[in-house]
T-cell receptor
Framework: GAVVSQHPSRVICKSGTSVKIECRSL??????MFWYRQFPKQSLMLMAT?????????EQGVEKDKFLINHASLTLSTLTVTSAHPEDSSFYIC???????????FGSGTRLTVV | AQTVTQSQPEMSVQEAETVTLSCTYD???????LFWYKQPPSRQMILVIR??????QNATENRFSVNFQKAAKSFSLKISDSQLGDTAMYFC?????????FGQGTRLTINP
């Protein structure tokens, strides 16, 4: 089946630094990828929709300058958390739409801790 | 836009029992899809079952089945013969043309 590989699985960084999270579709082309954020014991909140070759679409309340999304190829989307602060600590998950109608596959997630 | 509501934050049943998780949704789109996802402690999202809104027949996948009431905008998940491995967070989700939106989740615990 369709697999999305997400790296790193865990990352700890210092306040003020930037962190990049990668999501790769391994055996299919993902024209659209989605980035979610999940706080402990809460649901997945959509942050942005990433389309290959164009600018990402951010959800209301998500700072586009803090969460930079790049989808430069059909198999790779990246999320860069810039100038990270402790409140950015969270679990980030990517997903890709599989097929033309419905069906999503998810990455395994990245636990970001900002100290 | 879609909204999804799960009114049961936590549920607990004994192994081998049947349990039903509730979900209601709202959407302005005529074509949409509904899903139940499972998130075990590993936090990997796993698709449990999906339902095309245009289909009247309820979807089933082995021990998992749904009760889809389109007029009531209700989409409940029934787990039969529950197993210890079913312990997880369960999220109901609705997909429209652009987005997949999740409910708040139900933490299900299966007790031995």
């Amino acid at each position: 089946g369709a697999v999305v590989s997400q790296h790193p699985s865990r990352v700890i960084c210092k306040s003020g630094t930037s962190v990049k999270i990668e999501c790769r579709s391994l055996d299919f082309q993902a024209t659209t990828m989605f980035w979610y954020r999940q706080f402990p014991k809460q649901s997945l909140m959509l942050m942005a929709t990433s389309n290959e070759g164009s600018k990402a679409t951010y959800e209301q309340g998500v700072e586009k300058d803090k969460f930079l999304i790049n989808h430069a190829s059909l198999t790779l989307s990246t999320l860069t958390v810039t100038s990270a602060h402790p409140e950015d600590s969270s679990f980030y998950i990517c997903s890709a739409r599989v097929g033309t109608v419905y069906g999503y596959t998810f990455g395994s997630g990245t636990r970001l801790t900002v100290v | 836009a879609q909204t999804v509501t799960q009114s049961q934050p936590e549920m607990s049943v004994q192994e081998a029992e049947t349990v039903t998780l509730s979900c209601t949704y709202d959407t302005s789109e005529s074509n949409y899809y509904l899903f139940w996802y499972k998130q075990p402690p590993s936090r990997q999202m796993i698709l449990v079952i999906r339902q095309e809104a245009y289909k009247q027949q309820n979807a089933t996948e082995n021990r998992f089945s749904v009760n889809f009431q389109k007029a009531a905008k209700s989409f409940s998940l029934k787990i039969s013969d529950s197993q210890l491995g079913d312990t997880a967070m369960y999220f109901c989700a609705c997909q429209g043309a652009q987005k997949l939106v999740f409910g708040q989740g139900t933490r299900l615990t299966i007790n031995p």
